[in-house]
C-alpha cells in the first residue's frame, strides 16, 4: 500500500510542472488569513463563534481563519484555435482551507470555458453575477472579515449554470455584458407547484462604462434564486435587483466609490402577508494611498420596506504592502441593527463588532 502511494506522489510530482508550464496557462493562488475577534450578536452567519448569542455567550473569541473563504488555488489561460482570432479561454479555480475554518479542504469558486475573438466573449459554467462584479468595484473591504458588502445587501453571489456574453468594448469606454441561468427543473420563484425548465429562468444584465479616472455599472438581475437580507418573511424564495455603482480613481491617490441597490422579494405563494417586499442598499466609500499605505473607510445601509429593519455597516482600515505579492492589514468592523421580531435575539444590543488584522498574499 506504502509502495502505491508513493509511485503516486512521484507521478503527480512530474505531472505538475508540465501542466504549470503549458502554453499561455497561468498557476495562480491567494493566502487569505486573518486574526481578529468578534462579537456577533446580530448573527450574521460568517463562521464566527457565538453567532446570534446573548449575555456571556456574545463575549466573543479571538480566531485565525481563512477571510470570508477566499483564500483560493486556480489555472486559467488562453489558447488560440486557428480561426482568425478565435481563442479558447478557462479557469479552474477552488477555494482552500488553509487553517481548518471552512470545514472543506476544496471548494467551487469560477470555473468556467468560454471563446473570445472580435464577436466579444461568451463563457459557461459557474462564476461570479454580473450583479457582483459591480459591487467589488467600489467595495474597499471585499474578502475582508465581516466588512464584505456580502453581509449587508442580496447579490453577492456565485452561480451554477451561467451562460454569459461579454461586447467588445465600445468607442474604447462601454462594454455591455448579458448572461442566463437555466433553471433544470429546480422550484419555481413565484409558483412553490412550479418547476423552471427553460433556457434564460434567471438573467442578468449589465452595462460597464470607463473613460478617464471615472467608472460605472448599471446592472440587473431577474428572478434570482436569494432571499432578502432582512425582509425575507415567509414565502419569498427569489429577487429582482437594479445595482449603480460608480467611483473615480484619481491619479494623487484618492479613490471614491458609491452604490445604490433596489431588491424587490419574489413571492412563491398565492397570497403572501406583505407582498412586494423590498430591500434599499447605498454604500459610500473612500481610500487614500501614500507610498506603501492605503487607509480606507466604508459606510452602507440597507432598509427593509415590510418588516421596517435596517442595517448600518461601518468599517475602518489600513494595508501596508510589503512587495508586489504581500499587503498587511488592520481593521475595525461594526454593524448595527435595529431590534426587530426574528431579527435581533431578545436582550441584545442588535450590535456586530470585528476587530484584527490580517495578511493576503498572493501568487
Same mark, same amino acid.
Given at each position: 500500500?506504502?509502495?502505491?502511494?508513493?509511485?503516486?506522489? #512521484?507521478?503527480?510530482?512530474?505531472?505538475?510542472? /508540465?501542466?504549470?508550464?503549458?502554453?499561455?496557462?497561468?498557476?495562480?493562488?491567494?493566502?487569505?488569513?486573518?486574526?481578529?475577534?468578534?462579537?456577533?450578536?446580530?448573527?450574521?452567519?460568517?463562521?464566527?463563534?457565538? !453567532?446570534?448569542? %446573548? =449575555?456571556?455567550?456574545?463575549?466573543?473569541?479571538?480566531?485565525?481563519?481563512?477571510?470570508?473563504?477566499?483564500?483560493?488555488?486556480?489555472?486559467?489561460?488562453?489558447?488560440? #484555435?486557428?480561426?482568425?482570432?478565435?481563442?479558447?479561454?478557462?479557469?479552474?479555480?477552488? =477555494?482552500?482551507?488553509?487553517?481548518?475554518?471552512?470545514?472543506?479542504?476544496?471548494?467551487?469558486?469560477?470555473?468556467?470555458?468560454?471563446?473570445?475573438?472580435?464577436?466579444?466573449?461568451?463563457?459557461?459554467?459557474?462564476?461570479?453575477?454580473?450583479?457582483?462584479?459591480?459591487?467589488?468595484?467600489?467595495? +474597499?473591504?471585499? *474578502?475582508?472579515?465581516?466588512?464584505?458588502? %456580502?453581509?449587508?445587501? &442580496?447579490?453577492? !453571489?456565485?452561480?451554477? !449554470?451561467?451562460?454569459?456574453?461579454?461586447?467588445?468594448?465600445?468607442?474604447?469606454?462601454?462594454?455591455?455584458?448579458?448572461?442566463?441561468?437555466?433553471?433544470?427543473?429546480?422550484?419555481? /420563484?413565484?409558483?412553490?407547484?412550479?418547476?423552471?425548465?427553460?433556457?434564460? $429562468?434567471?438573467?442578468?444584465?449589465?452595462? $460597464?462604462?470607463?473613460?478617464?479616472?471615472?467608472?460605472?455599472?448599471?446592472?440587473?438581475?431577474?428572478? *434570482?434564486? +436569494?432571499?432578502?437580507?432582512?425582509?425575507?418573511?415567509?414565502? #419569498?424564495?427569489?429577487?429582482?435587483?437594479?445595482?449603480?455603482?460608480?467611483?473615480?480613481?484619481?491619479?494623487?491617490?484618492?479613490?471614491?466609490?458609491?452604490?445604490?441597490?433596489?431588491?424587490?422579494?419574489?413571492?412563491?405563494?398565492?397570497?403572501?402577508?406583505?407582498? $412586494?417586499?423590498?430591500?434599499?442598499?447605498?454604500?459610500?466609500?473612500?481610500?487614500? /494611498? #501614500?507610498?506603501?499605505?492605503?487607509?480606507?473607510?466604508?459606510?452602507?445601509?440597507?432598509?427593509? *420596506?415590510?418588516?421596517?429593519?435596517?442595517? $448600518?455597516?461601518?468599517?475602518?482600515? &489600513?494595508?501596508?504592502?510589503?512587495?508586489?505579492?504581500?499587503?498587511? +492589514?488592520?481593521?475595525?468592523?461594526?454593524?448595527?441593527?435595529?431590534?426587530?421580531?426574528?431579527?435581533?435575539?431578545?436582550?441584545?444590543?442588535?450590535?456586530?463588532?470585528?476587530?484584527?488584522?490580517?495578511?493576503?498574499?498572493?501568487?
Amino acid at each position: 500500500m506504502k509502495k502505491n502511494l508513493i509511485a503516486v506522489a #512521484v507521478a503527480a510530482m512530474t505531472v505538475v510542472p /508540465t501542466v504549470s508550464f503549458a502554453a499561455d496557462t497561468k498557476v495562480y493562488g491567494r493566502f487569505n488569513i486573518g486574526l481578529d475577534r468578534v462579537k456577533d450578536e446580530i448573527g450574521l452567519g460568517d463562521g464566527g463563534l457565538n !453567532n446570534n448569542a %446573548t =449575555g456571556a455567550a456574545a463575549e466573543g473569541a479571538w480566531r485565525i481563519r481563512d477571510m470570508v473563504n477566499s483564500s483560493r488555488l486556480g489555472f486559467k489561460g488562453k489558447e488560440d #484555435v486557428g480561426l482568425g482570432d478565435l481563442a479558447v479561454i478557462y479557469q479552474l479555480e477552488y =477555494g482552500i482551507d488553509p487553517d481548518g475554518s471552512e470545514g472543506a479542504a476544496f471548494s467551487q469558486r469560477n470555473i468556467f470555458v468560454g471563446l473570445t475573438g472580435g464577436f466579444g466573449t461568451v463563457k459557461f459554467g459557474k462564476y461570479d453575477t454580473l450583479i457582483k462584479d459591480a459591487g467589488a468595484k467600489v467595495d +474597499q473591504f471585499n *474578502d475582508q472579515s465581516i466588512g464584505d458588502i %456580502t453581509f449587508l445587501m &442580496v447579490g453577492e !453571489n456565485r452561480e451554477n !449554470n451561467l451562460i454569459s456574453y461579454s461586447s467588445p468594448k465600445i468607442a474604447e469606454m462601454l462594454t455591455l455584458n448579458a448572461a442566463v441561468q437555466l433553471g433544470e427543473r429546480r422550484a419555481a /420563484t413565484d409558483n412553490a407547484a412550479d418547476f423552471d425548465k427553460g433556457l434564460a $429562468d434567471t438573467f442578468f444584465l449589465s452595462a $460597464d462604462f470607463e473613460s478617464g479616472i471615472f467608472f460605472a455599472t448599471l446592472a440587473y438581475a431577474d428572478n *434570482d434564486v +436569494q432571499t432578502l437580507k432582512m425582509d425575507n418573511l415567509a414565502g #419569498v424564495t427569489g429577487t429582482d435587483q437594479w445595482r449603480l455603482a460608480a467611483g473615480v480613481k484619481m491619479p494623487m491617490g484618492l479613490e471614491l466609490g458609491a452604490l445604490y441597490q433596489v431588491a424587490t422579494g419574489i413571492s412563491s405563494v398565492a397570497a403572501p402577508t406583505g407582498d $412586494d417586499r423590498e430591500e434599499t442598499s447605498y454604500l459610500v466609500s473612500a481610500a487614500f /494611498t #501614500v507610498d506603501a499605505f492605503k487607509f480606507k473607510g466604508q459606510y452602507g445601509k440597507t432598509d427593509a *420596506d415590510v418588516t421596517d429593519n435596517s442595517r $448600518d455597516m461601518f468599517g475602518l482600515g &489600513v494595508d501596508y504592502k510589503l512587495s508586489k505579492a504581500l499587503t498587511t +492589514q488592520v481593521f475595525y468592523m461594526n454593524y448595527s441593527q435595529d431590534a426587530v421580531a426574528n431579527m435581533v435575539p431578545a436582550g441584545s444590543s442588535g450590535d456586530t463588532s470585528s476587530y484584527g488584522l490580517a495578511m493576503i498574499y498572493s501568487f
